[in-house]
């Protein structure tokens, strides 16, 4: 449950293999660490099966601190929209006009070098 919850995974191993098992993991070179991927999506969405915890109040804006990363990482979220009385109820959506629904990934993240970085898509 804690894995899931976290997005990461479980693996059993008998404990004659944990050496090798422990090698393969660490044989993954680290390619950024301290890493904080934040995805902010149009207010007429909001996200699904999120914590409250990683949302905002409006549930527009995800926050997942991801700590080191390796070519191996992934990031995956869903999202819908938002329930149709509460679209109605917002007087600066008009859905007749809605053409696109925009969302932006801002990643944080320390450099091998030691350099902080920010990556922007859109």
């Given at each position: 449950m804690?894995?899931?919850?976290?997005?990461g995974n479980v693996e059993r191993v008998s404990p004659g293999n944990l050496k090798d098992n422990?090698?393969?993991?660490?044989?993954?070179?680290?390619?950024a660490s301290q890493v904080c991927t934040r995805v902010?999506?149009?207010?007429?969405?909001?996200f699904r099966n999120e914590p409250e915890a990683h949302l905002s109040e409006d549930k527009t804006m995800l926050v997942r601190d991801m700590g080191n990363v390796t070519e191996d990482n992934?990031?995956?979220f869903e999202y819908t929209l938002k329930p149709l009385d509460v679209l109605v109820e917002m007087d600066d959506l008009d859905l007749t006009k809605v053409t696109h629904l925009p969302f932006q990934a801002q990643i944080t993240y320390t450099g091998l070098d030691g350099g902080k970085y920010i990556r922007v898509i859109t």
């Open positions: 804690l894995a899931e919850l976290t997005g422990f090698a393969n993991i660490l044989a993954k070179p680290v390619i902010k999506i149009h207010k007429g969405m909001q992934e990031f995956t």
